[in-house]
């Protein structure tokens, strides 16, 4: 499973009320007529900005959910929301362990030490990542900005420093 997440704000001037309510119509329009290959999508309140979480089956699912998103019934909702936002950044997460959650919790980004194998890296999160209700990912083929991993957890945690954790609170809206 792959996830394409996009991050963003509202802009200047843009009441947040109005700003959920597009992202929430914008969701709820793709949802209502799935592209191939499309398993859901959320928009989170992370930190001071929000994340647009897309899951799909493969990287095969990516074209036809970016045609889907802009054109036909969808364009009108995606283009009001479009003029709200700003600073937006994506990126390419890999589903690595765990399940997708959808729930309120908290989102850790970290990075793999430098001079580490994955293999070691994986190794060291085992404490943490063979616990059922935490997730893994791990950024594509460099697609988005830094770090490279994110750890999708229900509470905050105490994760190895030399990894470089940033905690961020992650609420559906």
Same mark, same amino acid.
């Given at each position: &499973?792959?996830?394409?997440?996009?991050?963003?704000?509202?802009?200047?001037?843009?009441?947040?009320?109005?700003?959920?309510?597009?992202?929430? +119509?914008?969701?709820?329009?793709?949802? =209502?007529?799935?592209? %191939?290959?499309? #398993?859901? !999508?959320?928009?989170? @309140?992370?930190?001071? $900005?929000?994340?647009?979480?897309?899951?799909?089956? !493969?990287?095969?699912?990516?074209?036809?959910?970016? *045609?889907?998103? #802009? %054109?036909?019934? +969808?364009?009108?909702?995606?283009?009001?929301?479009?003029? /709200?936002?700003?600073? $937006?950044? $994506?990126?390419?997460? &890999?589903?690595?362990?765990?399940?997708? @959650?959808?729930?309120?919790?908290?989102?850790?980004?970290? %990075?793999?030490? @430098?001079?580490?194998?994955? =293999?070691?890296?994986?190794?060291?999160?085992?404490?943490?990542?063979? +616990?059922?209700?935490?997730?893994?990912? +791990?950024? /594509? /083929?460099?697609? $988005?900005?830094?770090?490279?991993?994110? #750890?999708?957890?229900?509470?905050?945690? *105490?994760?190895?420093?030399? /990894?470089?954790?940033?905690?961020?609170? @992650?609420?559906?809206?």
């Amino acid at each position: &499973m792959l996830a394409y997440v996009f991050f963003h704000h509202a802009g200047p001037g843009v009441e947040i009320g109005a700003y959920e309510t597009a992202l929430r +119509r914008f969701h709820a329009s793709l949802a =209502g007529a799935p592209p %191939s290959g499309f #398993v859901g !999508s959320t928009t989170y @309140r992370i930190g001071d $900005g929000y994340g647009d979480w897309y899951l799909v089956d !493969s990287s095969a699912a990516l074209d036809p959910l970016n *045609e889907a998103a #802009v %054109s036909g019934a +969808r364009s009108a909702t995606h283009d009001s929301v479009a003029h /709200m936002a700003a600073d $937006g950044a $994506g990126k390419l997460l &890999m589903l690595v362990t765990g399940h997708p @959650r959808t729930e309120p919790g908290f989102e850790i980004r970290l %990075s793999k030490p @430098r001079g580490m194998s994955y =293999g070691d890296f994986y190794k060291r999160l085992e404490p943490w990542t063979d +616990r059922a209700e935490l997730t893994l990912w +791990r950024r /594509m /083929m460099v697609l $988005g900005p830094p770090p490279e991993f994110l #750890v999708i957890a229900p509470s905050e945690l *105490e994760l190895p420093a030399e /990894m470089a954790p940033e905690t961020l609170r @992650r609420e559906p809206i």
